[in-house]
């Protein structure tokens, strides 16, 4: 029955009685009574109209909806009462269910939720896999396919509907007269690659086979850069726009959800487009994804033995060259959320500890009020009111409780998870983030399960004892309240437990990233500032015009006061991984066949390079201006590449033969110390090519080391580059301590997320810590003076209370760094320089739970001792 | 004071429902109108508490003995709430009439076993 019917009854009881009071006034005065008196008497013969309707509302109120709205009338009033209890039990709420939720609408959207694709179930990425032991232990058992071998896979029979490839790229684009010039993010796809997804171009059309080859100049717009740079105005189609100065033309849109495999991305451009056809023929070239949709009726297994057949052959034809001899797949949505499951999984599982412990607290504050309101239940239940109906009292108690927290908490959620995907940027953008149903739905349960939690404990332990013996419990026996203080203790070594577990992953996860911003990457880090760009190709088309550029620009930056050194190079230490290539050595015996060539890091770097990083030169020379295009072929190795392909040799002097860098000799003329390109990875042979040789590179990274305040140099030297050329864009200006720190911010992130969690559990275990003893103190006020009457030290008050308060506080710490050994098995992984078992870490947490309990304690404890006896006994 | 000292009989607990459904087998009327029509029949012997009679009136309705309407009074150019006997009330009446009857009787057994002897 719903609240509307409930009026209608109501008015219709009114207007009954009314109508009927109304004609016995009137036969009253038809019987001769005068009209004055009449209403009096006819009041007199029907009764107290009040008490007469609200006898016959009773008749209909046992259904449930009414009895249900008296609940919620005396549930607010009694939370209303106690504003305190109230607010704090609701923020409790708000912030474990906000947490969680939020949490969760990352999960959902990142692990559960189907791709945007047709039949995403269907989809798989296939990647080459080595079996050399050393990939696999780096975990670079997933490795990027090269382009001959996706096209052989292709062409020959195999268990796919279809296979398609797309390629990393980057391009500057400008207007057809070089104006406004902007690093774009870019994917090369295969012609197929859109129809296998099932997307469709919004305006214009997608690829077509003849465009997807090296001299197609077709471009894909995705709706980030139509609407940005283009105002959305669809006749952009069929226009040309210029990528690194060619001429393109742009046939189709992308539709705005489509943001796979990153929200970055820019422009697509066919996967061959703009390539060297002989790049094409190389089984060696790793550089792309290779995204295959399986039949219906194939299985996986079935259709990748037939890939992995032909892998093995182009393995035994390239038997010098790095083509791997099986290949490995995953699905495609396992394989955009890879990097971030097990933090996710961590997250989840330290927000769900802080939600059990938000409950139990809840729990426990509502323990001890009704505790307080005992006798109030007392009273109730001896005039008659149910058991069921106390305790479907409470549970609505704890339902409003929850459900204001419910909903503060979803809004909070859908603060905290916008701010959790633009801080997380490890988490794959293929998908927007964002709360449904589905989570709405999550939110919901939550809240009824804590409520359910939260209230049947409480309910059950305050209606367990009946009528009179509750009523006769003066305040004096503490026995008849043990059993519910005894629950309450147990909550509170639950909740302690889990404080325990979290705080002790929040350490060790700490730990770890303190020691990797710590780790020395090997080079100078303090006041460098580092920017990049991109030469392109059709404007500087020789080596010379790219040195001329390369040269003034370090001159001129060099020569800016404050400046103390500039550098110039591929890459800086700690900005990732960048390419590697492999590479022999003509001064040994040539590698038995069948087994891999050694690679090494791929690296250019100027003459000051080394000197302006801080780069310490172990053997030889660094480059000097004469080392560029045109001159004998110059390399520099680190310690690593010398230590493992030259042990107990002098590499001075020997060669390095590169394949893809011009299929030369390089004279080794130098030994310079390790780097990491990583921080947290171990470091890798490096080979250092001058920069001055020219050649087509990916970009440069200008490197400028300052007295102070290197990021006050960003504009000057921005100037100085546009004054060389004005089309040149300058992107990622940051010091190398931001790259790192960029490098580092999900560990970090998850780091503090997990310890935030653990100081808000903290919080809630000391509160509920206090508030049990709070409780216990009133409670045992007059015990307490009759024991101080008899001659009780306060000191021994003192003790007595603070040691009934840590007993809970030490079965909790034991219970929880046990269970804190089996946890930190979760987290091993995510370790750095860390033992999961790490003594320092337990110890500490040990220790500050002590203190905050002891201090949790000590409030209430200190309070009881001060009680004075008199007052005790007397209030009685 | 109209009926001074006048014996009044408090309503024996169940009678009034069976009262009701018995008066309400002459056609439909309203609260007033079962009220005086009982108080009368038994020369104000029964005294209608309105108290009990609503409460009673409802419950039998949402027993589904009765059912009301809001209907206009032929003699006041008024709407009252009009009570009429459904099928299960009449079949209510009739069971509650049989247990008054044994009811009647056994407390007549005991109050005057002569009669039963004759």
Known sequence: MTWWQIRKRDADVERELQSDLELEEEEQREHGVPPEEARHAALRSFGNPTLISEQTRAVWSWNGLESLLRDLRISVRTLFRSPGFSIIAVLVMALCIGATTSLFTVVRSVLLRPLPFRDPDRLVMIYEHFRDPSMNAQQFNYNAVAPADYYDWRTQPHGFDDMAAWRWWQFTLTGERGELPELVSARGGTWNLFPLLGVNAVIGRKFTESEDRPDGNAVMLTWNLFERRFGGNPSIVGRQIHLDGKPYTVIGVLPKWFTYPDAKIQVWVPYASGLPPAILQHHDFHFSRVVARLKPDVSLANALSQVEAVQYRLHLQNLNAQVAEDVASRTLIQDLAQDVKKPLIILLCAV??????????????????????????AVRSALGARKMTLIREQLVESLLVSLAGGITGVLLSLAATKWLVTTWTDLPSARSVHADGVVLAFACALFISAALLAGLLAAISSTGKQGIAALQASSRSAAGSQART??????????????????????????????????DVGCATDNVLTMGYSLPAKKYD???????FNETLLEQVRAMPGVRAAALGSMVPGAGAGEDDSFTIPEHPPIAPGTALPDALYRTSDPGYFIALQIPLLKGRFFTSGDRAGRPKTIIINR??????????????KHLHVAARGNSDYEIVGVVADTLYQVGQPVKATMYFPVLNGGNDMGLTLAVRAAADPLSFSVPIQKKIAELDPELPVSDVLTIQQIIERSLGNASLSASLVLGFAVLSLILASVGLYGVLSYLTMQRTGEIGVRMALGAQREEVLR?????????????????LAASIGAVRLIRSMLYGTRPLDPAIFASVAATLLVVAVFA???????????????????? | MANPKQQRAGLLQGTLDMLILRTLLYGPSHGHQIGKHIQRTTNDFLQMQHGSLYPALHRLEKRGWVVSKWEMAPDRNREFKYYRLTDKGRKQLVVEESQWKQMAEAVARIMWPAAEES
């Open chain 1, 542 to 548: 020789s080596p010379e015009k790219m040195n001329a």
């Open chain 1, 486 to 519: 005894a629950l309450r203790k147990t909550l509170l070594t639950v909740e302690i437990a889990t404080t325990v577990v979290l705080l002790t992953a929040a350490g060790l996860l700490l730990k770890s990233f303190w020691r990797l911003r710590t780790t």
């Open chain 1, 857 to 876: 304690c000590l409030v209430p404890a200190w309070r009881a001792s001060r009680i004075d006896p008199m007052q005790a006994l007397r209030t009685e």
């Open chain 1, 640 to 653: 690593l590449l010398a230590q493992q392909y030259f042990p107990g040799e002098d590499p001075l002097g």
């Open chain 1, 352 to 377: 769900t500890c802080m939600l059990l412990i938000g409950c139990l607290n809840v729990a426990n504050l509502m323990v001890a009020r009704s505790a307080a309101r005992q006798k109030e239940i």
């Open chain 1, 800 to 816: 007595l209370m603070l040691g009934d308060g840590l007993r809970p506080a030490l079965y909790g710490l034991t219970l929880g």
